[in-house]
């Protein structure tokens, strides 16, 4: 397989704008290939950014049949572009087209369509401190049919946005509401899947959370409603005595992050001691008021680490240390964060250099 490139002329490129945020605002090229029953994967291009043409009855309009990802690439001081751990993101992205009945594409060809992409348009990975080019890989169903069934064509593509530091003022800590009504995900559901459905279906909360004045939402578990599953769109971890990082084990309802299983890997290393456990949300809040508990963060690509400095359930709110950052935290991400900028050194060897 190769990828034909049509790259716009020099002069018609532009670059990282001096104002950007994520999610708006789009580099100038995208790679997409094609898929169905006969030909298989197809026709993979780099070209320029550009609207789709589809049909109104694609089956992803009416049934959500698409899945996405989400990684970096992050501007090195000396220039150069890294991308952190490309090949996992790759290989959840095969998990969730397959559980999607969606096919899987070609892992080492994904990363390096994705690496050509970032290569191209390397102008516009930000190098101010904290920023960097997000990548979101996308797959979606694009057979014009209306009858339910798994598709049989389909659209890879890839699209990058520069994305501004999560916290441009330094760590800020979220607030959070445990959802005592609405699930986000079931065992034997999706929701280890990174499928759009599942956050269509959870914007409901995320609203009426932010309407209380919370910046996200603790799921639990959908059949006891008792176990910690995830916040909003991050894995989520707490921390005991300043030394014990325990996060819920993966129930096949949590979406297995890459942030999450780097933490977990990384945080021995600098003398933590990580637990995954089935972790009940009565003892989690009993700890946190008992001072066992002494800093609860979030986990994700965006945020890398996002501390959470109040806690409610059931009209009663919890502070968790001061409602400030703690030096758990703090570390973990400064420690991560050396290593997606080069910065640290790479003992894992999760750096794929872009060039
Ligand atoms: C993407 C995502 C995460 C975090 O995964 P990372 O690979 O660390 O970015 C966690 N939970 C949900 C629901 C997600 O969609």
Request: glycine share 10%; hydrophobic share 40%; charged share 20%.
């Amino acid at each position: 397989m190769s990828i034909s490139i049509s790259a716009l002329p020099e002069a018609q490129r532009g670059q990282c704008p001096a104002q950007y945020s994520f999610g708006t605002g789009f580099s100038d090229h995208m790679f997409t290939q094609a898929y169905d029953v006969g030909q298989g994967w197809h026709d993979a291009q780099i070209r320029p950014f550009e609207n789709f043409s589809l049909s109104p009855a694609a089956a992803v309009l009416h049934y959500s049949q698409e899945i996405f990802e989400g990684l970096k690439a992050y501007r090195r001081r000396d220039g150069g572009i890294n991308l952190f751990r490309p090949e996992a993101n790759a290989a959840r992205f095969n998990r969730s087209a397959s559980r999607m009945v969606m096919p899987e594409v070609d892992e080492a060809f994904h990363v390096e369509a994705m690496k050509a992409l970032v290569a191209l348009d390397a102008a516009w990975v930000p190098g101010d401190d904290g920023s960097s080019l997000y990548i979101r890989p996308a797959m979606i169903a694009t057979s014009p049919k209306l009858g339910l069934g798994a598709a049989g064509s389909y659209l890879h593509f890839v699209i990058t946005n520069p994305a501004g530091p999560y916290y441009p003022e330094g760590f800020n800590p979220v607030s959070v509401y445990v959802s005592d009504e609405c699930r986000r995900a079931v065992k034997g559901g999706v929701g280890e899947a990174k499928t759009g459905g599942n956050y269509a279906a959870s914007l409901f909360v995320s609203e009426a959370v932010a309407r209380q004045g919370y910046t996200q939402v603790l799921w639990l578990d959908a059949i006891e409603g008792r176990y910690v599953e995830e916040v909003g769109a991050m894995n989520i971890c707490f921390v005991y005595d300043g030394q014990l990082i325990r996060t819920p084990e993966l129930s096949g309802s949590i979406l297995p992050g890459i942030t999450r299983d780097s933490l977990l890997k990384l945080a021995p290393t600098l003398g933590y001691e990580v637990e995954e456990a089935r972790l009940d949300i009565h003892q989690i809040l009993d700890d946190i008021a008992s001072g066992r508990i002494t800093e609860v963060f979030g986990c994700g690509t965006a945020a890398v680490v996002s501390p959470v400095g109040r806690m409610a359930m059931a009209g009663r709110e919890y502070d968790i240390n001061g409602n400030e950052t703690g030096p758990v935290a703090q570390r973990l991400f400064d420690e991560l964060t050396g290593i997606q900028y080069g910065e640290r050194e790479d003992p894992f060897g999760w750096i794929v250099p872009v060039n």
